[in-house]
């Protein structure tokens, strides 16, 4: 009781104390600092207006400093700043600084011309997508019997895309597109498909029943455009008149679900028609075999295209969001695999680099101030190409907790860098230094490829997230490496020796 006495006492000096020497810091700053002011005002006003920028400089330096340090700072132009919607000037912007950075923009690029041309020509493109078998063409056939049909290339696309020519009631120039159905074997084909009901104005989504769990995801993803889409149900002359109720009541579902515009002339049912094997008797009693074409029963399909129809320009205006949408992710898809490409270009240079401050060390601790300077570099380097502006303190925060881990991978490392180098023929015996080299080129290559990972998945450095990247992956990142490095590691060796 008497020591708890004697502690808290103590406590309460240490306090009075440091009270004392703060106020006597205080009046010694504030003394100093009127007197400095009185003999500067006293001076020249040259003098007293140097003196004061002088001092405006330094705070704003050491604000600087502390933003720097402290403050995450935004890159002008990051993809991650889009909230509002893409017009065509956005694109051409972002596809010019991208090809400018080296960026392959051909394919987005092709969609705007694509997007031009359609826009030049004036027509409407109805596209009737849905899987195979469902009766796409034959609807096509039924609403323009005697079409003209054009078979060409679009946007990349192949010769399975057909365009039939109409012309509505109201004059419109029309272009039926029919697609591959999604859902075959032949790889590639659903793509197209998606590709093209992208650019059309009007998706005409043709099933046979209710959907499937296939056919409701793409409905939700073409709903996603913002263009309209119509379901059709064909071979509705299968269902009795109740049974036909109750599907058109779950086809509506399933568009409410999908974000699409709920709407009773969204959802129709048809028939297209067709052939029909018909048993016909005759007079003697013999049957035969007669086939007959049924009637298409597709009324209520054309009062709901030209509907869609009334207002062209803005189905116009709605086609060529969803077009601009596809041209962005086009750059986008072209963007990562740059992104991926260069990556792969500065891990293995920050690798060799790695490599060669190893073999260089000349002293104990000189290759751990040469590897923290390759690593930063090499952080900042990969933060820069994912449009990430991380911290100064982030890129330590990270390199401290990657080394802290560092020390349990280590013997791992030069266990696979040994084995890794008596792979190769002549090499004989494995030198201690070479090993070392080996060793600290696949814990740089598992680290730049664990940051990859975490920059690929969130967009910006989270120290934390990535250090447990780099030590869960680490194992994995040094048996496939091994090779790679460890011929780095010989090249350098041999280029050095002669």
């Known amino acids: 009781m008497k020591l708890d006495r004697v502690i808290r006492i103590g406590i309460a000096a240490v306090i009075g104390l440091l009270f004392v020497v703060a106020i006597a810091a205080l009046l010694f700053v504030t003394e100093s600092a009127l007197n400095v002011w009185d003999r500067l005002l006293e001076g020249p006003r040259a003098l007293l207006y140097g003196y004061v920028a002088v001092m405006v400089a330094l705070v704003l ?27 065509a000037a956005d694109i051409r912007e972002r596809l010019a600084e991208a090809e400018q950075a080296g960026v392959d923009v051909a394919e987005a690029q092709a969609e705007l011309q694509e ?22 063409s034959s609807l096509i056939k039924a609403l323009v019997p005697a079409a003209d049909v054009s078979v060409d290339v679009l946007g990349g696309s192949t010769t399975d895309i057909r365009h039939y020519r109409w012309r509505d009631a109201g004059g419109h120039e029309i272009l039926l597109t ?3 159905g999604t859902g075959g074997h032949e790889a590639g084909l659903g793509e197209i498909a998606i590709r093209e009901a992208r650019r059309a104005h009007v998706v005409l989504f043709v099933c046979d029943g209710d959907l499937s769990r296939q056919e409701s995801i793409a409905v939700a993803d073409l709903s996603a455009l913002g263009k309209p889409v119509v379901i059709v149900m064909n071979k509705a002359d299968r269902y009795s008149l109740d049974d036909q109720a109750a599907l058109l009541q779950r086809l509506l579902e399933h568009l409410d679900s999908a974000g699409g515009e709920i709407e009773r002339d969204r959802v129709v049912a048809v028939s297209a028609g067709g052939e029909v094997d018909v048993l016909e008797r005759a007079s003697d009693g013999n049957e035969t075999t007669v086939r007959r074409q049924r009637p298409a029963d597709i009324g209520v399909l054309v009062v709901a295209i030209n509907r869609l129809l009334e207002d062209p320009d803005e189905i116009d205006r709605r086609r060529d969001r969803a077009v601009f949408r596809l041209a962005t992710d086009k750059l986008a898809e072209a963007e990562e695999q740059y992104r991926a490409q260069r990556a792969e270009q500065v891990i293995r240079s920050s690798t060799r680099k790695a490599v ?10 000189t290759d751990v101030l040469i590897q923290g300077y390759i690593g930063t570099a090499m952080t900042q380097e990969l933060c820069r190409l994912y449009d990430a502006a991380p911290r ?37 015996t494995v030198a201690g ?32 997230e990535a250090a447990r990247e780099f030590e869960e992956g680490i194992s994995e990142h040094i048996e496939a490496g091994v090779r790679r490095v460890a011929r780095m590691a010989l090249e350098e060796k041999n280029s050095d020796a002669s």
């Open 115 to 136: 997007l031009a041309t359609r826009q030049a020509a004036g027509n409407i493109h109805l596209c009737f997508f849905g899987e195979i078998s469902t009766g796409k």
């Open 392 to 428: 100064d303190l982030d890129i330590e925060e990270f390199l401290n907790l990657s080394q802290s881990r560092v020390g349990r991978a280590l013997p791992l490392s030069l266990a696979v860098a040994g084995n890794g180098l008596k792979a190769f023929p002549g090499v004989g």
């Open 61 to 87: 330096v050491a604000v600087w400093l502390i933003w720097r340090l402290v403050i995450r700072r935004s890159i002008p132009g990051s993809r991650k700043s889009e909230a509002r919607p893409l017009s």
């Open 178 to 180: 029919d697609v591959p």
């Open 433 to 464: 230094g070479l090993v070392h080299a080996v060793a600290y080129g696949l814990i740089f290559d598992a680290l730049g490829r664990s940051l990859v990972q975490t920059l690929s998945k969130h967009g910006k450095l989270l120290p934390d």
């Open 356 to 365: 060669v401050g190893a073999l260089a060390a000349v002293s104990p601790g």
